[in-house]
């Protein structure tokens, strides 16, 4: 019986702790790419929710030219030009480490894209499609 009840509140305070995708994200300002055009694809990036890393702000990256910054449960849409971009992000700044990924993606114009931001217990991070 001791057993399972710290069975249980461990897997209760793991669980806690970990990250999951955000229901309702807060939409944000772009930095870059702000405004659609003839030639552009939509692509919205969304940071999930939880406490991990939620002290680190995320740098979303086109290029390696800076697009947009989400916290936790934040979300940015990004009017992309057509063509092939790297799209990556990083935690870096202030007391917090790099944390990074990336994707290499080509974009046609009118396509809509999206991705989210996770983090596992390990502070693994990854850059993911999601519908």
């Known amino acids: 019986m001791k057993k399972s009840i710290i069975a249980i509140i461990s897997m209760s ?3 806690a702790c970990s990250t999951s995708p955000a229901t309702s994200a807060k939409t944000v300002s772009p930095i870059l790419y702000s405004t659609a055009s003839s030639d552009t694809a939509k692509v919205t990036i969304t ?3 939880g406490v991990v890393g939620a002290a680190c702000a995320a ?3 086109v290029d390696d030219k800076i697009a947009g910054q989400l916290k936790p449960s934040e979300s940015v849409t990004l009017h992309i030009p057509s063509g ?3 799209i990556s992000f990083d935690t870096r700044g202030g007391l917090c480490p790099s944390m990074t990924d990336a994707v290499d993606v ?3 114009k009118d396509d ?3 991705y989210r931001i996770r983090s596992d217990l390990n502070g693994n991070y990854q850059l993911l499609p999601t519908l």
């Open 13 to 15: 305070v793991l669980t």
């Open 47 to 49: 940071r999930d929710s």
């Open 59 to 61: 740098k979303i990256f």
């Open 84 to 86: 092939r971009h790297i």
């Open 106 to 108: 080509s974009l046609i």
């Open 112 to 114: 809509v894209k999206k």
